[in-house]
Each structure stands twice: as structure tokens, then as C-alpha cells.
């Protein structure tokens, strides 16, 4: 067996793979924030906080009505989701004509209460949420073990995003999100029910959030805090790919997942900072970020 | 002809935020005609297209299309009844291909062009159906902003100065296009301070100033009252 | 949808008379000397300082237009600054806060010339992202002794004089250096340069074609701003005798947001009232675990929703109307 300056490979690519998941999770809340900002504008604080809830409401069908995994990937992003499109009718709907810097405070706020919410009635102790049985085990790839569900993870979330992409680059939907980026009123006078889209985008992108809550479910544990610190590596991810392309927001999050988990590799003190640290240097270097206009 | 209008403007008022710009438009556009609204920079004719098509958030007055009251519609509802809107600045999606600016506004009552027949009368849009929007000449673009609704079954277009900064063969082409438009019965208001353009290819004009419709001609009192009217234009 | 041009920026239109505001001084100076023979002067004193806290914020998202969502990394990393000079090289209570303070603005600097050319949204992302980065130092720096903190900071002595173990000697102290905190930014506001920050944050566009240099009156607003943030944060640490995590991490940042917001941002003083009912707030709430965080939360949604001038704002509002009427 070669080694890698003084790593054993099993830990390299151990680590890398480790990145390549954590990757997965920026890459899809990263994709739903860009989403909502193409359109909303706004920056979405409580997209951890969803996040969380994705991952509860897996561990609560599990609890109280005995749907497994499988069918939380389907009702979890539906919950979330749903959960949304009610708080883009009631309140951000409201929003639109301020500062853009209001609806980021009263997503902020919301996530500080749905966060608050899930600790008083849930604990801070975090609930284990099993693997599914057929995804368990460990498959032996010569340099590394790979944990089957953390294959799956990256798999999962990998076709999520280039669906996510085919739907918008491909499709009349797709055209319509685009353009309405670029300028809603006039779309909304060729008879576009603009509105209404704006809220099932809304709906959409955190219902990505919901996803990729469950699918972390059996990783990281189930716990009301869960989405709070992510939340924040995935501002970094974002402020570096710019928020510019759908594409963008993508290649970064999984680039800037294995970055990490190399910096753990190499220099495990600075694995925290390291996305921050990436952060900054870009903004010395190219201020709009990776993919983003100036 | 039917005897009521397709377009009925009554006593139009509003503006942006504090600024009122409209105070009491009102004309009428017949089933088939060509009708222009002329008038120097911000006499108010831009800011009536808008309240036609719902973009301008304060309005107020009576906008009757087809005998549907649309003031207080939101422009998606009037953009159904069947407007099509080519706004000043065209509007093209810089980030969609010519193709997809072109199949974009959804067909929302039968009657429209198909897209071979529009793509028969701008050959361009056909070389150029792969390119960016970004990518086209001010010319170009027009004619994809024009283009575009005319599959959607739109029976009234709104054409904001479709001449603006064009060059004079651009300008005759789009002239020619109006005309074949207005031959296979579509109606159309038009947005214009070139009169010299406007009474080649329109019906009647309606002149504007501060807001409001000050006076009125046909095409066959051009000619004779054609000094009075370039007085009031100021040109 | 589309973005609104011309919505109104965060804070604009600060309304102030003067004579009003003396009147205010001498009854606030009056009230600060009767507190502490009502109330229990450490709770007073961890509220000065807030209130310090959210007037040297504010003065960036009030005046300067731009929301940081990274203050508590200038307000802990100072906390840690003092606490540590106190305690392990023995330097006297002022020169420790001095030190704190300037460690701070420093941070303040690093801060601002990342983040300045930025606007809105990305500033706050960006500012929300380095205070992270700060804080995972903290947690791992070996002189911030992680999860403990540092603790037993000694209170000492005033210019070698004043012996700062008595509460209420230290809360005139602090007294003094909260209030005169306060009165530097208020005559930042008002000063020729504090007029350039409000016709920056009103519109950018013009102020540059006046000449004015946009980055630079914003970064001296910046380091300003975190140089009192870090003033606040150096000198609570004498309060409670240490300096831990809970003063560096993304949730004080947030809580000092609402304290501004709550307050009024549009105002000098309002933040520091709004610090206040925060403080007041999370004093009666602390045993009730989460809801702390959820009532926050909600007053949040709450002040965004239906209150965006806060209380400040609205009294303001109130004086004007029954003005009006007699």
C-alpha cells in the first residue's frame, strides 16, 4: 500500500469521503438559498432551522406512526415545504417592499423561535435515528471502507442537484424561474402567475432543506441545534460561489466539503476555520465570489 | 366593426410612489386600428402602458378591455385576457436564448401565430435561435420583443416605441411589420414620439401633454394639420 | 420579487431636537446615580454595558446603513483581551480595557476590509462568517481556555488608586465609561462626519459624486463601531470576573441586532433602551429555559412585522402627534 506524505490512505480518502458528504449538505442548502435569492431576493436565515425540522419530522413519523425512512424522504421535504409556502403567505409576503435587510432579520427571528420551539418540547439531547436496513454495512473499495448510507448520501443528494438543474435549465418551469429573475413584472404581464410562483419556490427551496435534514438524520443524529452552526458554514459556502448560478452554488458546496475534510488530513486544528479562511481570500481576491456578477 | 371599443381608457389617474404623472387619460382603441399615443419624454405615455398592463401599483380610473374592468386586476389576470406588452427597454431575457424569449409568454387563447409563422416574418430570429439574449443587436432585439407575442393569441398589442435608437432601415422594417400585423387583424397601441413613423403606419393619434390626452387626429387630417401638430410635439 | 429601489434604507430619517435631549441627560444622570441603592448593581452594570453595546453597533447598521451580524466576536475577543491581561500579566483595570478596546477596533479593521465592499445581505453574511472563524479560535486558542473561559479575573485598582472590589465603586466606573461611550457616538452622529455616513447610507450613488471616499468613511465607522463594542465587551469582564464563549458566539450577535432594532435604529439612544427591555427581558425569562430564545425570536418577527421604528421611533412618533395637536 503507497502512502500519501506520511497519510495512510484509508484515512485520506477517509476523510475525503467525509468531505464529500459534508459537501453534499452545503451543496444542498447552498442550492436552495440561491434558489429563493434568485427570486425573493432575501436571504433565508431560518433554512438551518428547516433543515432541523426535516430531519424531525423523519424521527417523529418514525416515533409515532412507524413510516420508515423511505417514506420520510417523501414526507419530510412535503412537511417542510408546506411549512414554507404558510410562512411565505403570512409573513415574507409582506416583506418584499422593504430593505431586503428586514426579511432577513424576520427570518433570523423565525429561526430563533422554531429553534426554541423544538428545545422546549424535544430536549437538547439529540434523538439517534437508524440506518435503513438496506442501506447498512460497509463496502470495501480497496483504498477505503465505505459506509454504504454515506455512499448513498452523496449519491442522493448528487442526483437531487442535477434534477434540480435539469428542471430549471430544461424545462418551460425552468424558463419561466430564469426569467423571473431577471424581471418579474414583466413576465407576470404575459399572463405568469408570478405571486404564486415566488411562494412555491419558497416552497421548493426549503423543502430541499427538509430533504437533506432527513438524509442527515441517521449521520449526524437528530437535534434542535442541528441546523444553527451549518447554517452558517453555508452563508461562508455561498458568499464564496456568489450567489450568481445554480450551478455555482453546487460545485462549491462539494468543493468546499472536501476542502475541509483535506484541511482535517493535513492540519485537523484549522478544519473549522479552513471554509472561513477560503471565505476571506476570496473576498481579497474576486469580491462577487467563485460564479457571482459583480 | 363592432360598435364598443376593444380598449376603453376613462379618466386614467396615477404615478409612482408620490408623484402623480397621469391625470385623466382617456381614449378609446378600436378593433383592428392602429392607434399611437404621441407626446414629448415624460408626457405620461409610457406610465399609461403600464397601467394598461397592471405594472403601475397606483391607478386608479377605468381601464375596460373587451368589457372586462381590469383597474384593479393584477397583471398576470389582465396579461390573460389577452394583451401583449412589448415594453421600451424590449425586455429580453439576457439570461434565455432567443428561443426560449421567444416561446416564453405562455399561449393563453387560441388565434395566436404559430411559431413557423413568426419565425416567417423575422427570418433573423431564426439564424440567430441558439444566441443569448445578451448577445443581439438593438434591432434584434426589437423585433424578438415583438416577436414573442404574437403566438400567445394577444389580440391588442402595446408597443412602447419600437423605433427608439433603431436605424432608418431597422425602423422600416419594423413599419412593414406593423402594417402585415395590422392586415391579419391584430390591434394595436403604440407608443411614439417619431410622428414622422407614427403617421406612416397608424390609424389615429392621440396626443399627450402632462398626463393627459390633449388632442386627437385620423390619418387624413395628418397632412393638413401636420404643422400644428409637430407645434404641440415641439419638434 | 423585483427589488425596491426606492425603499426605504434601514433607519433613515433620525429625528432629534437638542434641548429635549439635555433635559434627557440630567434625568438619565440623575436616575443612573439613585439605581444602585434600588437595584442590584450587577445587574445594572451588565446592562450599561449593553446599552453601550447596541449604541456602538447601531452606529453602523443606524447610520452607516450596513447590518453586522458579527459584533459579539469585537465584544468577546475584547472580553478575552482584558480578561487575560488582568489576570496573567497583572496590568491594571484601565489599561486592560484600553487593551481590549484596541483589539476590537484591530478586529474591527480585519472585519471591514473584508466585508466594506460589500452591501445588504452579503455584509451581514460576511461579517455573520468571520465572527464564526473567531470564535472557533477562541475555542481552540489555548489563552481562552475553551469551554471554561478564563475566570478569578481580579477587579484591582483604579489608576492604582480605587479599589474596584466594592460593587458600587465599580458601577460609578462603569457608569462613567458606558454613558461616556454613548455621548462619543452621539457626537459622531452629529458631527460632520456622521453626515456623510447618513447621505452614504441614503444614497450611495450621489455621495460618491460629491467626492466623498465611500469605503473609507465606512471602515472608520466600522472600527469605530467595534472599537465601543469591544470597550463594552473589556470592561464587562471586570463585572463577572470572567471572560467565556456565551460573549463570542453568532447568538450574542444576534441579540444585539435586536436590541437595535427593538430600540429603534433610527435613533442614537433607542438601541440602548432596547438593550434594556432585552436585559430586563432575559433577567425574568432566565428560568424559563428555550422560551428566552423563542420570545426573542418573536419579538424579532415582531419589530420586522409591524414595529420598524421601534420603540424609540414610536415614541418619537407619539411626542410629535400630541405636539401637533395643542
Redesign the interface.
Known sequence: MFELIGIPPQAFFGQVMLGLINGAFYAMLSLGLALIFG?????NFAHGALYMIGAFVAWLILQYSGIGYWGALIVAPIVVGALGIAIEVL?IR?????????????T??????????F??FFGSTAHPYPIPAELTGVQNLGLMFLPIYRGWVVVASIVVCLLTWFLLERT?LG??L??????????????????RM?TLTYGFGVGLAGLAGVLAAPIYQVKPTMG?DLM??V??V??IGGMGSIGGAIFTGFLLGVVEGLTKVFYP?AS??VI??V??LV??MK?AGLFGKA | MTSSPLLSVRNLTGGYGDTQVLFGMAFDVNEGEVVTLLGRNGAGKTSTMKAITGLLSKRSGSIDFEGSETISLAPHHIGRLGLGYCPEERGIYGGLSVMENLLLPPVIRSGGLTTEQVLELFPRLRERARSKGTNLSGGEQQMLAIARILRTGARLLLLDEPTEGLAPVIVQQIGEIISKLRDRGYTILLVEQNFRFASTVADRHYVVEHGQVIDSLTAAEVTSRQSHIQQLLGV | MSPNASAPALGATPPTTSTAKLALLIVACAVLAAAPFILYPVFLMNALLFMLFACAFNLMLGFGGLLSFGHAAFFGMAAYIAGHSAKVWGLPFEVSVLLGTAGGAALGLVFGLLAIRRQGIYFAMITLALSQMVYFFALQAPFTHGEDGIQSIPRGLLFGLIDLENDRVLYAVIAIIAVGGMLIIDRVVHSPFGQVLKAIRDNEPRATSLGYDIDRHKLIAFVLSAALSGMAGATKVFVFRIATLSDITWHLSGEVVLMALLGGVATVWGPALGALIVIVMQHYLASFGAWVTIIQGITFMACVLLFREGVAGVFIKVVNRVRGAS
Do not use: C, K, W
Open positions: 427570486l425573493l431576493r432575501i436571504i409573513f409582506r416583506l418584499y417592499e422593504l430593505d431586503h435587510l428586514y426579511s432577513l432579520l424576520f433570523f427571528g423565525l429561526a430563533l423561535v422554531l429553534e426554541g420551539l428545545r422546549e418551460r424558463s419561466y430564469r426569467a423571473a429573475t431577471e424581471n418579474a413584472p414583466l413576465l407576470q404581464t404575459f399572463g405568469v402567475n408570478v405571486p415566488v444553527a452558517i458554514v452563508f461562508a455561498v458568499v486544528e473549522t476555520t472561513f479562511v471565505m476571506a473576498l481579497l469580491p
